[in-house]
């Protein structure tokens, strides 16, 4: 069970403070949402954020591309101090960004959005490390989680128990305290979670919760 705190759902003017929150709550990961405006219909953030985060602290940075062409920009989101890279099986060239991310060393994540079946990643999660899956269409942080793309994990489980290429299973969108337990026991590994931490009243009691099962 890993937690990674999405930024997107952080008080950005106090984002050295905000940093050491996720710290104190026993999270392992921070996790970073870029996107381009053109894949989503949003824009956030840039390597230079990655680079100051990680001057802040040493957590795994987990950094997820929303891009249409993701190849251009691996190497200075490595550069920057990514820890691990996802980018979408929608996007261009999936397989060989997945390859140049690791060759640079760093962890490498396919994604699908809620509309894709889970069944496009089969060619790809043998280059894989991780992947997400998209519980609320990309782009804005606070919405409802949809619980019918929870099904996924069970089929990428499944398609990698097949292959003996075992993966982080990740899910992103709506997740909080009332529905964590649900996400965990579809088969994720990794919960990402950004305005149900940082807007709740105790973060890390919440955190604590769902690791004791009782939420």
């Not at 050295?16 to 219909?41: C, K, L, N, Y």
């Not at 140049?100 to 999660?125: E, M, Q």
């Amino acid at each position: 069970m890993i937690f990674a705190p999405s930024l997107l759902g952080a008080d950005l003017l106090n984002l050295g403070e905000e940093v050491r929150r996720v710290e104190s709550w026993g999270a392992e990961w921070i996790h970073f949402d870029q996107m381009d405006g053109h894949f989503v219909p949003n824009i956030s953030f840039g390597p230079a954020f990655v680079a100051a985060v990680r001057k802040k602290t040493d957590l795994f940075l987990d950094v997820h591309l929303m891009l249409s062409d993701p190849m251009n920009y691996i190497d200075a989101f490595a550069d920057a101090g990514a820890d691990g890279i996802t980018v979408h099986a929608e996007a261009a060239e999936p397989a060989a960004v997945l390859e140049k991310i690791r060759a640079r060393g760093l962890r490498a994540g396919i994604c699908v959005n809620p509309g894709t079946p889970a069944s496009v990643l089969k060619p790809l999660l043998p280059m894989a490390d991780l992947a997400l899956i998209m519980t609320v269409q990309p782009g804005f942080g606070g919405q409802k989680m949809r619980r019918e793309c929870l099904l996924k994990a069970a089929e990428i489980r499944a398609m990698t128990e097949a292959a003996r290429h075992p993966v982080l299973i990740e899910a992103d969108g709506g997740i909080n305290e009332g529905n964590a337990r649900e996400v965990l026991d579809a088969g994720v590994d990794v919960l990402v979670m950004g305005t149900g931490l940082f807007r709740a009243e105790d973060p890390a009691g919440v955190i604590a919760e769902i690791r004791g099962g009782r939420a």
